[in-house]
Antibody
Framework: QVQLQESGPGLVRPSGTLSLTCAVS?????????WNWVRQAPGKGLEWIGE???????NYNPSLKSRVIISVDKSKNQVSLKVSSVTAADTAVYFC???????????????WGQGITVTVSS | EIVLTQSPGTLSLSPGERGTLSCRAS???????LVWYQQKPGQAPRLLIY???SRATGIPDRFSGSGSGTDFTLTISRLEPEDFAVYYC?????????FGQGTKLEIK
């Protein structure tokens, strides 16, 4: 059974860069799956950050695109997220999640990590 | 980009009652890419419904989804205590994922 585990610093300084990693274990990393980052500010709803295919082809939320880089390391079965020039508004729980496509059917984000809390503060 | 608006913001019901949650899109979307999630406090979201009406693996049949075009509905036929949570609709299109703002289903 596939599992996702987010890791990274829990505290980032304002104007700095937030860097997180999602480790994928127990399942295929390749064909049919996209890998997403989603965040949730305290007491707020879900905000999609972006997605990437195993071949390294990312799509981003236009509202964050100028500050976000999502990359993939197939050799390690890992997906990474970098958000630059962070402010307090970037304080959130960050989730890694898998999008499943199978025979052209979109199943949505079917597997999620537990999430990691990141606070932006000096 | 498509905007999804969920209503009501909060729904207060009792166990055993029927819950009806709405998701309206700012323009017509393909039902193939309309998804519903459940989220409980301190947990990651859980996939409930994909393709507007297909239940994900392991989801009880008291959960059902319907709709097309701009209007979609998640129905919980008989609420169980574990169903009280926040529910999100989500749409995928043009390499973009949009979430609704959520409906909180609380115990009356």
């Amino acid at each position: 059974q596939v599992q996702l585990q987010e890791s990274g610093p829990g505290l980032v300084r304002p104007s700095g860069t937030l860097s997180l990693t999602c480790a994928v274990s127990g399942g295929s990393f390749s064909t049919g799956y996209w890998w997403n980052w989603v965040r949730q500010a305290p007491g707020k709803g879900l905000e999609w950050i972006g997605e990437i295919y195993h071949s390294g082809d990312p799509n981003y939320n236009p509202s964050l695109k100028s500050r976000v880089i999502i990359s993939v390391d197939k050799s390690k079965n890992q997906v990474s997220l970098k958000v630059s020039s962070v402010t307090a508004a970037d304080t959130a729980v960050y989730f890694c999640a898998r999008t499943k496509w199978q025979q052209m059917v979109y199943y949505g984000l079917d597997v999620w990590g537990q999430g990691i809390t990141v606070t932006v503060s000096s | 980009e498509i905007v999804l608006t969920q209503s009501p913001g909060t729904l207060s019901l009792s166990p055993g009652e029927r819950g009806t949650l709405s998701c309206r899109a700012s323009r017509s979307v393909s039902s193939s890419y309309l998804v519903w999630y459940q989220q409980k406090p301190g947990q990651a979201p859980r996939l409930l419904i994909y393709g507007a009406s297909s239940r994900a693996t392991g989801i009880p049949d008291r959960f059902s989804g319907s709709g097309s075009g701009t209007d979609f509905t998640l129905t919980i036929s008989r609420l169980e205590p574990e169903d009280f949570a926040v529910y999100y609709c989500q749409q995928y299109g043009s390499s973009y994922v949009a979430f609704g703002q959520g409906t909180k289903l609380e115990i009356k």
